[in-house]
């Protein structure tokens, strides 16, 4: 096992996923991709597999999302692979990210013993 896979998350919030990236075959690609990937907000690693054409991203949900991070990749010339199982994958992977940043936004729940609008003692009778 390699020493990323025990790096801890730092938050509720973070994930990590593989991307493909066909046009990804020397280290100054993976170096180019890295800065640039780095300078988004909640993006908290990227490390790039140039002879496997693929990268890893660590980043936080609510910050970030993936279809922001496949848009980056395709504006400086490195886009994501387009294979079905790839677009397949990002659509989930939005969704996710979609779905964390609503839980992460929504207000608390009211307690399962006192839930809100509930306001007459049980024990009075009538």
Not at 19 to 32: C, F, N, R, W, Y
Request: proline share 6%; aromatic share 8%; with cysteine.
């Amino acid at each position: 096992m390699s020493r990323d896979q025990f790096i801890k998350m730092r938050g509720a919030w973070d994930t990590r996923h593989w991307i493909t990236v066909p046009g990804l075959s020397h280290e100054a690609d993976g170096l180019q991709l890295e800065h640039s990937l780095a300078e988004l907000d909640g993006m908290q690693r990227v490390q790039t597999i140039p002879g496997k054409r693929r990268i890893r991203v660590t980043y936080d949900q609510t910050r970030v999302d993936f279809q922001q991070i496949l848009e980056r990749m395709e504006s400086i010339g490195f886009p994501a692979s387009d294979s079905w199982w790839s677009l397949r994958k990002a659509e989930w992977f939005q969704y996710l990210d979609r779905n964390a940043r609503e839980n992460a936004n929504a207000p608390e729940p009211p307690c399962c013993s006192n839930p809100k609008g509930i306001t007459k003692d049980r024990t009075q009778k009538k």
